[in-house]
C-alpha cells in the first residue's frame, strides 16, 4: 500500500526556518519523481517544488526559489523541504506527492491534475509573529 506521510509542520515568526520531511512506504522511491504543494486558507493548492528521482534533479517555483531547498534521501524513503527566511505568505498546509517524472511534477506545480499521484495528507505551516 503506497503511503506518504508529512510531518515537520508548525508555527513559526517571519524569517524563521522549518524543515519538512515526507516518510514513504509501500513503493520504491528512486523510481519516483517528488514534490511539496501547498494549499493556503481560501486559495487553490499550489507547486512548491519537484526533484526527480535518479539525478535528484530540482525544480523550484519563483516564489520559493533561494529560500526552500528540496532534497530526498532514497535509502531512508524520506522526501525533505527545508524552508528559510519564512513569510506569512507561506503559511499553507503542506502535502508531498509522486510523479512519474520530473516534467509531470512540474506541470502539477502549474496546475495540471495527475490521477496517478500518490499524496499525504498534510502538514500546517504557519508563519506569524
Known amino acids: 500500500q503506497v503511503q506518504l506521510v508529512e510531518s515537520g509542520g508548525g508555527l513559526v515568526q517571519p524569517g524563521g526556518s522549518l524543515r519538512l520531511s515526507c516518510a514513504a512506504s509501500g513503493f520504491t522511491l528512486d523510481d519516483y519523481t517528488l514534490g511539496w504543494f501547498r494549499q493556503a486558507p481560501g486559495k487553490e493548492r499550489e507547486g512548491v517544488s519537484c526533484?526527480?528521482?535518479?539525478?535528484?534533479?530540482?525544480y523550484y517555483k519563483d516564489s520559493v526559489k533561494g529560500r526552500f531547498t528540496i532534497s530526498r534521501d532514497n535509502a531512508k524513503n524520506m522526501m525533505y523541504l527545508q524552508m528559510n527566511s519564512l513569510k506569512p505568505d507561506d503559511t499553507a498546509v503542506y502535502y508531498c506527492?509522486?510523479?512519474?517524472?520530473?516534467?509531470?511534477?512540474?506541470?502539477?506545480?502549474?496546475?495540471?491534475?495527475?490521477?496517478?499521484?500518490?499524496w499525504g495528507q498534510g502538514t500546517q505551516v504557519t508563519v506569524s509573529s
Open positions: 506527492a509522486t510523479a512519474e517524472s520530473i516534467a509531470a511534477c512540474i506541470a502539477m506545480i502549474y496546475g495540471a491534475t495527475n490521477k496517478r499521484s500518490n
Open positions: 526533484i526527480s528521482g535518479g539525478h535528484a534533479n530540482t
